[in-house]
C-alpha cells in the first residue's frame, strides 16, 4: 500500500516560533488531509487538500501532488498548538485514509 | 459541528465483557465507514471497513470474530469488542465520507473516539 512519512517525529518549539512539518507519500493520492490530535484523542481536521494551497489562521498548507509531499505551516505558536499533527492520505487505488506516524510538537511558554 | 458522533467515549470493563461501539454519520447517509485502532503513541491503523448491508472487509490481521462489525442501516456502524481482553485495550475511532455522488472527492470525518481498557 502507499506509504506515507512525517518529518520530523518530534518538535519543540517556544511559544510565538514558526514551524514546518513535512508529509512524503509513496503514490498518486486522491485525497490528502492534515489533523491534530489533541491531548484527549480527538482528531481535528486541519485541511482537506489533495492539492495546492490553503490558509486557516496561523496555519497554512500546501501540497504539490506531481512531487508527492505537503507541508503544513505553522505560524507564530502557541501552547495550544502541542500535540500530534497527522498527515492521511487517500491513494487513487485505495478506500481509505492511510495515516503517517505523525509530528508530536510541543510548544513551551 | 460534528458530522460523525461515537458512542461511549470512554469504557472501562473487565476481562471477558463484550463491549459494543456505536458511529453515526448525523447529517449524511454514509454507505461506507471505517474503524481505526491507535495504540499509546503510535499512529491510528485501519482496522476494517464498514459496508452498508454487506459484510465488512477487515484488515490483514485482524480477527474478524473478536471485531463484529455490523452496519445495518445508512447513518449506523456498530463495532463489537467480543469477549474483551487486556490486550485489546486501545484507542478505537470510527470514521466516515460523503457519498463520492455529492461532489468531488469528500474528507473523511471522523468520531471522537472510544478509549477502551480492559481489566
Known amino acids: 500500500g502507499i506509504q506515507v512519512e512525517q518529518s520530523p517525529p518530534d518538535l519543540i518549539l517556544q511559544e510565538g516560533a514558526n514551524s514546518t512539518l513535512r508529509c512524503n507519500f509513496s503514490d498518486s493520492v486522491n485525497n490528502l488531509q492534515w489533523f491534530h490530535q489533541n491531548p484527549w484523542g480527538q482528531l481535528i481536521n486541519l485541511f482537506y487538500i489533495p492539492s495546492g494551497t490553503k490558509q486557516n489562521g496561523r496555519l497554512s498548507a500546501t501540497t504539490v501532488a506531481t512531487e508527492r509531499y505537503s507541508l503544513l505551516y505553522i505560524s507564530s505558536s502557541q501552547t495550544t498548538d502541542s500535540g500530534v499533527y497527522f498527515c492521511a492520505v487517500l491513494s487513487n487505488s485505495g478506500y481509505a485514509l492511510n495515516f503517517g506516524k505523525g509530528t508530536s510538537l510541543l510548544v513551551t511558554p | ?119
Open chain 2, 1 to 119: 459541528g460534528a458530522v460523525v458522533s461515537q458512542h461511549p467515549s470512554r469504557v472501562i470493563c473487565k476481562s471477558g465483557t463484550s463491549v459494543k461501539i456505536e458511529c453515526r454519520s448525523l447529517d449524511f447517509q454514509a454507505t461506507t465507514m471505517f474503524w481505526y485502532r491507535q495504540f499509546p503513541k503510535q499512529s491510528l491503523m485501519l482496522m476494517a471497513t464498514s459496508n452498508e448491508g454487506s459484510k465488512a472487509t477487515y484488515e490483514q490481521g485482524v480477527e474478524k470474530d473478536k471485531f463484529l462489525i455490523n452496519h445495518a442501516s445508512l447513518t449506523l456502524s456498530t463495532l463489537t469488542v467480543t469477549s474483551a481482553h487486556p490486550e485489546d485495550s486501545s484507542f478505537y475511532i470510527c470514521s466516515a465520507r460523503r457519498p463520492l455522488g455529492t461532489g468531488s472527492n469528500q474528507p473523511q470525518h471522523f468520531g471522537d473516539g472510544t478509549r477502551l481498557s480492559i481489566l
